[in-house]
């Protein structure tokens, strides 16, 4: 009987011990779970406010300014904890796409964007008319060295002005012979010249403009200054045309005596009124070149 008796209580103190353990092992679950969770907890409270604020101006403009609610609540909270590293205004417009330019939309983003272009736009223009300047400027030094070299320098004379860059050409024994519009063989040199300068720049128009002096005319062919003066500005456009220069930059004008440099009461003042003038009409800028 005593040997029964002691083996059942070995049975029963190892159901005992295993109770206990089974708790235990719940017990360490339970902890393992809550380290894990405070683990996350802590993770996702750090937050990087810069990124943050970056990400958020970034997807305002691509979904058209729509964002999910809550955002601005925790950009906010989020700089009063942090304010030190929070971009400034002008930081966080620079990656906003230009496509949000012109959307309508009335947040700060949007507008501050819209003046960082407009101010762009006269860089823009200040730049394409420096380049203006240059071909200008490279056109009539390559004319006035070739005028000097082929003994043209007192027909010839270039300046830029605020119409664009003027290239003056007397008429007397250089492209005409009085009284008539067919080009001097003297002539076909210098315009062709003039053609292939022109065509360094082919987006500015070219207008031919043709003056005369007060002697009046009347031949068969030209009954007034005003018909001859428009067939010499013809015939140099035509020139000019044959030359390369594109057919669509170039018109002729015809202006008789009514535009003279000096005064007709003088052969030497009336010869240099006789001159057609080539124009390459200014695009951008409104001055005249210093």
Do not use: C
Request: negative net charge.
């Amino acid at each position: 009987m005593a040997r029964r008796t002691s083996h059942g209580r070995r049975r029963g103190g190892a159901k005992h011990e295993e109770s206990n353990e089974r708790w235990l092992l719940t017990y360490a679950d339970m902890i393992t779970l809550l380290m894990a969770l405070f683990m996350v907890l802590f993770s996702i409270s750090s937050i990087n406010i810069s990124k943050y604020q970056v990400l958020q101006h970034a997807l305002k403009a691509a979904f058209s300014g729509n964002i999910l609610p809550g955002g601005k609540s925790i950009a906010e909270q989020g700089a009063t904890q942090n304010s030190s590293q929070a971009p400034s205004t002008s930081q966080a417009t620079a990656v906003v796409p230009l496509t949000a330019i012109g959307s309508g939309l009335e947040t700060p983003t949007t507008t501050t964007t819209t003046h960082v272009v407009q101010s762009a736009t006269p860089l823009h223009s200040q730049t394409a008319a420096q380049r203006e300047a240059e071909v200008f400027t490279h056109i009539k030094h390559e004319l006035d060295a070739y005028a000097a070299s082929h003994g043209f320098s007192s027909s010839v004379k270039t300046s830029i002005e605020i119409q664009g860059l003027v290239i003056r050409v007397l008429t007397d024994d250089l492209l005409f012979a009085s009284g008539q519009a067919t080009l001097d063989t003297r002539a076909d040199g210098l315009l062709a010249e003039i053609a292939q300068l022109l065509n360094v720049d082919e987006t500015h128009p070219i207008d031919v403009e043709g003056n005369t002096d007060d002697i009046p005319i009347h031949s068969s062919l030209f009954p007034s200054n005003w018909q001859l003066s428009t067939a010499r500005a013809s015939t140099v456009v035509e020139y000019l045309v044959e030359h390369g220069v594109s057919a669509h930059r170039v018109t002729a004008s015809g202006y008789a005596d009514q535009r003279p440099l000096a005064s007709d009461s003088t052969p030497g003042g009336r010869a240099r009124n006789r001159r057609v003038e080539i124009v390459m009409k200014r695009i951008y800028g409104n001055e005249a070149e210093p």
